[in-house]
Nanobody, 115 residues
Framework: QVHLVESGGGLVQPGGSLRLSCRVYGTSVSISATGWYRRAPGKERELVASITSRGNTDYADSVKGRFTIARDYAKNTVYLQMNSLKPEDTAVYHC?????????WGQGTQVTVSS
């Protein structure tokens, strides 16, 4: 059974950093495309960053140069390193992976950027 567990969210001041983790169970991060999404209050969910099975990455314009998505094969985990955080980055962050044509989502982790 595929399931994902996110961690690493919290409260951080503007300009600070956080690293989110998405531990994947039931499939390998080396063969499954994975993405980080976020949903801010009153806004639509948006794709923040993604990484394909081949390791190709893509980012939303709003986070380019600040966020980095990466994989750790040994830990079967996908990370989202977030630097230079802004108040508008405040949201619940979810990871999603695709396995055998089906999407699997984690439970989400709250990120709050505030002074």
């Amino acid at each position: 059974q595929v399931h994902l567990v996110e961690s690493g969210g919290g409260l951080v001041q503007p300009g600070g950093s956080l690293r989110l983790s998405c531990r994947v169970y039931g499939t390998s991060v080396s063969i499954s495309a994975t993405g980080w999404y976020r949903r801010a209050p009153g806004k639509e969910r948006e794709l923040v960053a993604s990484i394909t099975s081949r390791g190709n990455t893509d980012y939303a314009d709003s986070v380019k140069g600040r966020f980095t998505i990466a994989r750790d094969y040994a830990k079967n985990t996908v990370y989202l390193q977030m630097n230079s955080l802004k108040p508008e980055d405040t949201a619940v962050y979810h990871c999603k992976t695709k396995y055998k044509l089906k999407d699997y989502w984690g439970q989400g982790t709250q990120v709050t950027v505030s002074s």
